[in-house]
Structures are given as structure tokens and as C-alpha cells.
């Protein structure tokens, strides 16, 4: 062991030699740059065939590039070794043992066949690029070591320990970077492989060649030199140049052989994709034409045949537009020259429907897409063709059965429709007579029998109602509002109304409002009314003993979850999918047992879809049963809710009296009241407003609070104190006014006022409050502030046929208020150069006559005038616009025609009695005369001639004829009252 060890030490220096003895020599550069470029060109031949062989799926291909890599690597080594070797000159001669120098080749193989087989596996970590760095360092330094074993010459070779190690490691470190570089940099940079590659090489060329030069450097020669060493003996150019073209042929032929064996490989994958391709052409169901840039046809394959009709022998060299019908046939060919001239593509890349020419000369409809491919610059043409003839007849097929349906299903709805209409007119009569016979004297029998009638009129009246809601659901008329609303409020009022027959059967009926849920949402609240209505009314009727719950929650999603559970009798599982089907009810006695028409549950799912909800229901035989409703309703404010009514509330008629000291305004309150029948009682005073008062029975009194001698407010006191100083019944006062102010309200209620009118007057706001002053109504109109529209109108003539029922009353009683004294610009000036309490109070008082004949502008402009004066502002201006309105509405109203005639009287001329008595009797009949009703809609004020409209449009043709009976009373009222 330590004779080994002695001879391990035997080949490196000691520090006890003579340094005289140590033999140096000179290195040439030019085979050094040779051995750099040789190592360089080793390592990139090298690691471009690993990376081959990483990617190759062929196993002799894969072991090819790793053997034929590692030879490239190997005799590169060596040839580096053996060139820098011969750059090397000793003053002595140097001979080589060829069997030593041959055998140092085989290290260096074996340590590039281990390594490239390594680096080829599909994962290559850090630890395995350590591992094969170490190894070709080791490979490399084993290669020369043992080719500098091979050396004979006089001096004895030794080497420095420290520099012999340090080669080592330049060896091994720089061909792990290399590697690294190769394998493992270009998954972290987006580089191109083939820059990769070339660092990669470098670096493994600089560890092969800096292991070398290290290692030589390690090297001492000692002894001494040759005396018979001629200088210039050992530059054996001849020899390195041979073994670098050698190494270089080697290189090349290994090239060679990979790129012919890859070179035959993508042949035959070429020609394996070449025949894959042509079998999926030609068993494709779609056709597929290959065409030149000239629109020959190249290929044509099987479906392509079946479809137009022709063989591929028939078409293969023609143009492609004889499979097109004309015109495009005649244009083919510009198509695709104006493509070459241009380059702009109009059907490349598209799919479209077209028609094609068949053999036998039929059109067929398809489906073409086109694509294109380049090659050196010459186009070749792709399209794939669809045969869609099937697809279009049944296209038209599922067209006319769509049609015939949607026939089918409008003739069912409208034969419901007339039908629900025919009968009930006479059901009217029935239920009408029978109660009118009801209040008289008869016997118990009789009057018993006739309740029966009545009971079933009304029962068959409720199922032809649900017929007409079913009709109009189906035919899509059914329009839905959106308005603000209180969900808790519809609610409640359900549960009241359905408590009545809850309490009646002994059960309990109950509601559950989550708390945390809004009161408010925006949506159709009739409705949501009458889903939640259809869904409750059917537990109360089908539940005998237990309960029924209405729940309210927040959806998961978005809006509201109704729920309506109830422990009745409940629904068979095999009858739960046809319970929302028309007439359909739990089983075939319902309709005996409990009634009904089985299109409540019908109705409400009808409503829930056209409101884009859902609804289900989940049920157990004999425990009950619960309807779930999801419905997207918006959130809602409760500022915005308008409680006012929308329609024309009907009051009886009534003695009314109506204080005011304008003319104009008691004109227009005579004519909005009479209408309706009423007996109209007029006072200009507070004075004679209480004497009128104490002198006759009144029903409800409308009182101006600014009136001259005794205001409305003290008018109002008088009548209070008269009415308790006498223990009278107060009479409703409704204060008239123009102001908005809050102050103004609560001083009205403090003079025992019960109401409250704004003027410019709305009828229907006016009304309403009577209504609910009366007890006719329940709940309290809502009196929003006014908005000043068209600010800018001299006169507002769509407002003014509402107020006052026809243009020619409006513009009377304009020219009456522009011919009056105190209205004019020069009585107004006096007053505001005068006292400021006049002027306001005559300048309220023009705010509100003007209103109520509908002048928006003046009205604007007294508006603004009356606040100038409260904040004591400058009034010129306001003045000034208030003359030149004034004086435009002159000038306007000279150019009108007579309109001094009484509107009632030119009314009753222009109105065709006898053709409006017809169509009431038609529309008594079940009948529809829209040309009648055309004819004579322009003689109708507007607003009555919308709602006839609207009740015709939606099939209710009693509710027509009521308001057109109703006009014509009045209409014959007013004549009368004039006769």
C-alpha cells in the first residue's frame, strides 16, 4: 500500500527540485486558435445531436444521435488534446506511443456516450447536469492525461499537484455550465435554440481547451535539454492540419449520416401523413376541392362527387366555376383576379350558405368555406362544402309547423277571447236583473231561487274572467308596467281579503315578511298581486283544517322568494307536471268537490314567466302542499310610489258649492264638475260662499283661500263655528290655491280646511280628494309639486282639451281673461309701483288662473314674479316678459277664428248623437266597430277617446260602452240645462 502510494506521489513535483533542471517551451498560436475552433465544433456537433435524440420518438434514431454524438465529442477532444500538443515546443525531441495515444480516445468516448445518454431523458434536473459535467470533465481529464502519458522524451514528466486539480475542476465546472446552457437555460429565456446552442458550445469548447492549457501548465519537464536538438525540428504543421481535416470529415460524415437517417425519417412520416391525410379526405362526409390560384381543380374527393354529381375524372383541370349557378359562373374569375390584384379577401376564412350547381342542372343549397395556403408565393385553394338541403327542408318543415301553430294558437285565443265577450253581456243582465229583483218583494222560495241564479251568474262571470286572462296571456298582449310599489302593502290586503273564508273554515292564515327584507321594489304591483292572489285564494280552497302561510324573502339570486304553503289536501306525484296545465286540477272531482276552473295556477305561472321568474311546487298527498315563486323584481324607493290614482275615479253626483273670485277659474270648475253631474253652486266671496252655504244642503265645498272682503280661510272658520254652533255634521272644505308652500297647508288645516287643490287644477287629483273626503275612496291622494313644463308655451292646447273638454273653450276664456282690465300689463304696473301686498296677492291670484288655463309661460312668469316680491328682488325683468307674452297671446288669439260661441253648444252641434247611441248598442251586442268608432273619435275629447280605445284594444267591450253612455248623458245634461 505504501509502495502504491510512493509511486501515486512519483508523478508530481516535489519542492526539492532543481529548478535548473526544469525544461520550458514555447507554445504556437495559430495551432492553438486550430485546437480552440476543433473543441468548439466538437461541442456543437455534440449537443445539437443530444437534443436531437431528446426529441426523436425512434429508438435507432435516438441511440444513432447519442452514439454518433458521442464519437463527435470524443475524437474532438482528442484532436484538441493532440493539435495543443503539437503547439507545444520543448528544446528537446518528443516522440508519441501510438497505442497510448490511440487508447487516450476512449475515455473521452465513453464519459460523451454516458453524458448524452443521460441529457436525453425527458427530465433533466440540476443534480443530473451536475452529474454529467462531472463526468466529461473527468472524461477530458483522463483523455489527457493519458495522452500526455504517450509522450517520449528525454526529460521526466511530472506535474504541479495544485494546477493538476485545478484542471480538473476548469474541466468539469465549465462543461456543467455548457450543459446548463444547453438543457437548462432555455426553458428560463425566451431564446432561439439555435443562439442557445452556439453559447452552449462555446462554453463546452472553452472547458475542453482550458482543462488542456490548465493541465499543461501543471505540466514540468525535468531534466536536461537535448544538445542535439536542432530549434525548429518539432513544428509539425503538416500533422495538425491533417488531424483537423480528419476530425472535420469525421464531423461531417457524422453530420451526414444523421441528417440522411432524419432526412428518411421525415420522408416516411411525411409519407405516413400524406396517406392519413388523403384517407381522412376521402372518407369525409363533407366535400373537400383543392383548386389552383386560377380556379383549376386539383382534387375533388369522394362526398364532393356525391354531392354535385360529377366524377373526379369529370372535373380534375377545369375551372371551379362550372359548379356555379349564374351569375356567379360568368364572375368567377374577376372574383379571383381582383384577389390576386389586390389581395383583399372577402369569403377566405368565412363560412357562408350559397348555391351550387348540380350535374343534372338543380340547384343545391350548401354550406362553403374557403381556405387558402402559400407556397413561394403561389396560392392553392381549399374549400369544404356542406350539403344542407336536408337541414333547409327541415328548416321549412319546423317554419310551417311553427306558422300553422302560431295560427292554431291565435285562433283558440281569439275564439276565447269573442267568446268570453258574447257571454258575458248577457251574464251581466242576468247578474243585474236578478239583484234588482232581489230588493223587491217576493216570496222565500222566489228569492231563494233567484239568489241561486245570481250565485252562478257570478260563478260562471269569475270563470270567463280567467278565460280572458288565460287568451290574453297565450296571444303575448299582455303588457307588463313598471312602477314603484310596497310589496308588505299588497300583502297584507291579501291576507285580509282571503281571512274573511279562512276564519269561516277555521284556519289559521298567516304571513311571514323577512325583516331584513325591502318594502319597496319596482315592478308590475297588479300583477304580483294577482300571482300571489291565484296562489293563496287556491290554499285557502283547498285546505280544510291546519293553515296556510304566505312567506316573503330574498331570492339567492336577485329580487323576491314567495313562498305559499298550506296543509291541504295536497297533489299525486303523478299529476305535480300537469298541474300548471290549463283547467287542470289535482284530480278530475276538484272541480265538484271545491270548484274552480283549474286556471289559477295557469294564470300564475303564466305572469311569473312573462316576468322572467319561476315557479315550482313541491306537494305530499294528504299533508299539503307549497308553491315557490322567484321573481327578478327591482329595488324600489317609497318616495317615488305615486298612491294617487291613475284612473278616473267615479263619484255620485253631488250639490257642490266652489268659492272663487276669478272668473275664468269658476268657468272651468263648472264645466270639469258638470260632466259627472253634478250641481254646481258658485260664490266670488268668502261672504257669499258662507250665505250660499247656510241657504242649502251642500255636499262638499271647494274654496279659494285668496279672495277679496273675506278670504277662504276666514270663510272657512265662519262655516266651522257656524257648523258647531248649530251641532251640524262638518261638510268637507277643499282649499284651492295656487301655492306649494308647506306653511300654506298647515294654515289651511288650522281654518278647519279638510283638503287640499293645487291649482293649475287636475281633475283627477281633485276628484281623488273628494273621493277620499266622501269615504269613496281609502286611502289619501298623494299631492306631488307640480313641474313646470314647456316654460317657454304661450298656450298649452293639449292640456287645455283635458281641463276644458275642446280647444274652443280654452281659447274663449283666454280671450275673456286678455280682455278683462285687471289683467292687463298697465294694472299690474300700478300695483307694483304701489303697495307690495296688493301686488303679491293679485300677482298669486294671475299664477293661478293662468295655471288653470293652461299659459304655462305666464304661470312660469308669475311664479318667479311672486317669489321676487316675498324676497323683495328686483321685479323689472319678470314685468317686462310678463307684457310681451301678454301682448304675443293678443296678437295670437286675433288670428284665430270665432271661438266666442259656448263650447257646450258648439259640442252638442259637433257631436253626432245618433252614430255614438250605435256603437254603444254594438258594443252592448259583443260586437267591435272599430270603423264607427274612427269616425266619430275625433268629435270625442282626447282623454275619453284614449280609454274607449284602450277598453276596445283589450276586449272589454261593456266598460266601452259605459264610458260612452256616461258622455252622452252628460252631453244631453248640458244641452238640457241650456235649453
Not at 392553392?380 to 338541403?389: E, H, K, L, Q, R
Not at 243582465?429 to 231561487?449: C, N, P, V, W, Y
Amino acid at each position: 500500500m505504501n509502495h502504491d502510494c510512493r509511486s501515486l506521489f512519483a508523478f508530481f513535483i516535489s519542492d526539492g527540485t532543481d529548478p535548473s533542471l526544469l525544461v520550458s517551451g514555447e507554445y504556437n498560436f495559430s495551432l492553438i486558435a486550430i485546437s480552440l475552433l476543433i473543441s468548439v465544433g466538437a461541442s456543437l456537433l455534440a449537443l445539437s445531436l443530444a437534443e436531437s435524440a431528446k426529441q426523436s420518438h425512434s429508438r435507432i434514431l435516438r441511440r444513432l444521435h447519442i452514439l454518433t454524438g458521442a464519437a463527435s465529442l470524443g475524437v474532438g477532444v482528442w484532436a484538441m488534446h493532440f493539435i495543443g500538443m503539437l503547439a507545444f515546443e520543448l528544446c528537446t525531441t518528443v516522440n508519441y506511443d501510438i497505442s497510448t495515444t490511440l487508447l487516450s480516445v476512449i475515455p473521452s468516448f465513453l464519459a460523451s456516450w454516458v453524458t448524452l445518454h443521460l441529457l436525453t431523458k425527458r427530465a433533466v434536473s440540476n443534480a443530473r447536469l451536475i452529474l454529467c459535467g462531472i463526468t466529461v470533465g473527468l472524461g477530458i481529464g483522463s483523455m489527457h492525461y493519458i495522452g500526455m502519458a504517450a509522450m517520449v522524451l528525454g526529460p521526466a514528466l511530472k506535474y504541479d499537484p495544485v494546477l493538476f486539480a485545478l484542471s480538473i475542476f476548469v474541466a468539469a465546472s465549465l462543461a456543467t455550465l455548457a450543459l446548463w446552457i444547453s438543457f437548462g437555460l432555455r426553458k428560463h429565456r425566451s431564446m432561439p435554440g439555435y443562439q442557445v446552442q452556439l453559447i452552449a458550445s462555446v462554453v463546452m469548447g472553452l472547458a475542453i481547451a482550458g482543462m488542456h492549457y490548465t493541465a499543461m501548465e501543471a505540466t514540468r519537464f525535468v531534466g536536461q535539454p537535448d544538445p542535439a536538438f536542432v530549434p525548429g525540428s518539432q513544428r509539425h504543421y503538416l500533422l495538425a492540419i491533417t488531424i483537423s481535416i480528419v476530425t472535420v470529415s469525421l464531423s461531417l460524415i457524422i453530420a451526414a449520416v444523421n441528417a440522411l437517417t432524419r432526412y428518411r425519417s421525415l420522408l416516411q412520416h411525411s409519407e405516413e401523413t400524406a396517406a392519413e391525410l388523403k384517407a381522412t379526405i376521402d372518407t369525409a362526409v363533407d366535400g373537400i376541392i383543392k383548386m389552383s390560384q386560377r380556379g383549376i381543380i386539383l382534387s375533388f374527393n369522394a362526398s364532393a362527387e356525391r354531392i354535385f354529381g360529377y366524377h373526379e375524372s369529370e372535373v380534375i383541370g377545369r375551372n371551379i366555376s362550372m359548379l356555379m349557378p349564374e351569375p356567379y359562373q360568368s364572375a368567377h374569375d374577376s372574383y379571383l383576379e381582383n384577389y390576386r390584384n389586390t389581395g383583399k379577401a372577402r369569403i377566405i376564412g368565412i363560412g357562408r350558405e350559397v348555391t351550387a350547381l348540380h350535374k343534372n342542372g338543380l340547384m343545391k343549397p350548401i354550406r362553403l368555406s374557403i381556405g387558402e395556403s402559400r407556397l413561394n408565393g403561389v396560392s392553392t385553394f381549399v374549400g369544404v362544402i356542406t350539403d344542407i338541403s336536408k337541414q333547409k327542408q327541415m328548416e321549412a318543415d319546423l317554419r310551417r309547423s311553427k306558422e300553422e301553430a302560431e295560427i292554431a294558437a291565435q285562433a283558440k285565443s281569439t275564439f276565447l277571447a269573442n267568446m268570453s265577450h258574447e257571454l258575458r253581456t248577457p251574464m251581466n243582465a242576468i247578474i243585474g236583473f236578478s239583484e234588482l229583483m232581489l230588493d223587491g218583494k217576493m216570496s222565500t222560495e222566489q228569492q231563494r231561487h233567484l239568489g241561486i241564479i245570481r250565485h252562478s251568474a257570478k260563478t260562471l262571470l269569475n270563470l270567463l274572467n280567467d278565460v280572458l286572462d288565460s287568451a290574453k296571456l297565450e296571444s303575448g298582449t299582455t303588457q307588463l308596467e313598471s312602477r314603484h310599489f310596497s310589496l308588505r302593502q299588497i300583502c297584507e290586503q291579501l291576507i285580509a281579503t282571503q281571512s274573511l273564508l279562512a276564519n269561516k273554515k277555521g284556519i289559521e292564515l298567516t304571513m311571514r315578511y323577512e325583516p331584513q327584507l325591502s318594502e319597496y321594489f319596482q315592478g308590475d304591483p297588479l300583477r304580483v298581486q294577482q300571482i300571489i292572489l291565484n296562489l293563496l285564494s287556491n290554499a285557502v280552497k283547498f285546505t280544510e283544517r291546519g293553515y296556510v302561510r304566505l312567506d316573503i324573502s330574498s331570492s339567492r339570486t336577485k329580487g323576491i322568494t314567495i313562498l305559499v304553503e298550506d296543509t291541504g289536501i295536497g297533489i299525486a306525484p303523478d299529476r305535480l307536471d300537469s298541474i300548471f296545465a290549463p283547467f287542470s286540477q289535482a284530480d278530475s272531482t276538484m272541480s265538484r268537490r271545491f270548484g274552480g276552473t283549474g286556471l289559477g295556477t295557469t294564470i300564475a305561472k303564466q305572469l311569473v314567466e312573462l316576468m322572467d321568474g319561476k315557479i315550482a311546487v313541491y306537494s305530499q298527498l294528504g299533508k299539503g302542499s307549497t308553491f315557490r315563486v322567484d321573481l327578478p323584481l327591482l329595488a324600489g324607493q317609497s318616495a317615488q310610489i305615486d298612491d294617487s290614482p291613475t284612473d278616473n275615479v267615479h263619484i255620485p253626483p253631488m250639490t257642490i258649492l266652489v268659492a272663487d273670485d276669478v272668473e275664468q277659474n269658476l268657468e272651468l270648475m263648472t264645466g270639469l264638475l258638470k260632466r259627472d253631474n253634478h250641481q254646481l253652486i258658485t260664490a266670488r266671496t268668502g261672504t257669499e260662499a258662507i250665505e250660499q252655504y247656510k241657504s242649502r244642503h251642500i255636499d262638499i265645498v271647494l274654496m279659494d283661500v285668496q279672495m277679496p272682503e273675506l278670504n277662504g280661510l276666514e270663510a272657512s272658520k265662519a262655516i266651522r263655528a257656524y257648523e258647531k254652533e248649530h251641532k251640524l255634521k262638518q261638510v268637507p272644505i277643499i282649499a284651492l290655491t295656487a301655492s306649494v308652500l308647506e306653511k300654506d297647508r298647515r294654515n289651511a288645516l288650522a281654518a278647519g280646511m279638510n283638503g287640499f287643490a293645487v291649482k293649475p287644477i287636475d281633475i283627477y287629483a281633485l276628484k281623488a280628494e273628494i273621493a277620499y273626503l266622501k269615504g269613496i275612496i281609502l286611502q289619501a291622494p298623494v299631492h306631488p309639486e307640480k313641474q313646470d313644463d314647456n316654460q317657454d308655451t304661450l298656450i298649452d292646447l293639449e292640456k287645455g282639451r283635458l281641463l276644458w273638454g275642446n280647444e274652443q273653450s280654452q281659447l274663449a276664456a283666454i280671450q275673456k281673461f286678455i280682455s278683462q282690465p285687471q289683467h292687463h300689463p298697465d294694472f299690474l304696473a300700478r300695483l307694483l309701483s304701489g303697495s307690495q301686498t296688493k301686488a303679491l296677492s293679485h300677482v298669486h291670484r294671475l299664477k293661478g288662473v293662468t295655471g288653470n288655463l293652461c299659459m304655462p309661460g305666464i304661470h312660469h312668469c308669475m311664479k318667479k314674479l311672486e317669489q321676487a316680491l316675498q324676497r323683495d328682488e328686483n321685479t323689472v325683468p319678470l314685468f317686462t316678459q310678463y307684457r310681451e307674452m301678454f301682448n304675443a297671446i293678443t296678437l295670437l288669439l286675433t288670428s284665430v277664428e270665432d271661438f266666442s260661441a259656448e263650447p257646450e253648444h258648439q259640442t252638442a252641434t259637433t257631436l253626432n248623437q245618433d252614430d255614438i247611441s250605435k256603437i254603444i248598442q254594438q258594443l252592448e251586442q259583443g260586437e267591435m266597430p272599430d270603423c264607427a268608432f274612427s269616425a266619430v273619435k275625433s268629435q270625442l275629447p282626447a282623454e275619453l277617446a284614449m280609454d274607449v280605445e284602450s277598453a276596445m284594444s283589450d276586449f272589454e267591450l261593456d266598460r266601452a260602452a259605459t264610458l260612452l253612455n256616461n258622455y252622452l248623458v252628460s252631453q244631453q245634461t248640458v244641452e238640457a240645462s241650456h235649453g
